[in-house]
């Protein structure tokens, strides 16, 4: 066998395994979606629970992290999410400024915290 039959091989096993799995359910969410209110209960209920999951994401990263988040402080990583938060109530509620002055404090008080 090739190395480029491995690669192929490779690609068809990501495809078969990952894409189209997915893409069923994607297909299914958009049939489905087409018939509910943009107010109703159920979406109401949708983006609860997608909320939760990201409070509960962005908690641990900031109170049990892991890799390269575990080098900086608590107060740093706070830090962030505190500046990320003014960012985006600051420039309309832009999760893009947040991200982005998220990213800069943790970057800028990295860099200062290296020996």
């Known amino acids: 066998m ?9 690609i068809l096993v990501v495809i078969l ?3 189209l799995p997915t893409e069923v ?3 299914l969410a958009i049939v489905a979606g087409r018939r509910l209110q943009e107010g109703s209960e159920v979406l109401q209920w949708v983006r609860a629970v997608a909320t939760a999951l990201l409070a509960a994401v962005v908690a641990r990263l900031i109170f049990v992290p892991t890799g390269m988040l575990v080098e900086a ?7 962030c999410v505190a500046s990320g938060l003014a960012a985006f109530f600051a420039v ?16 800028g008080g990295a860099w ?3 020996p």
């Open 112 to 114: 200062m915290l290296v």
């Open 17 to 19: 395994a990952g894409f």
């Open 92 to 107: 309309r509620r832009s999760v893009f400024a947040g991200v982005l002055v998220g990213e800069v404090v943790l970057i």
């Open 73 to 79: 402080p608590l107060w740093l990583r706070l830090a």
């Open 25 to 27: 359910w994607r297909s």
């Open 2 to 10: 090739t190395s480029f039959d491995s690669e192929w091989s490779a």
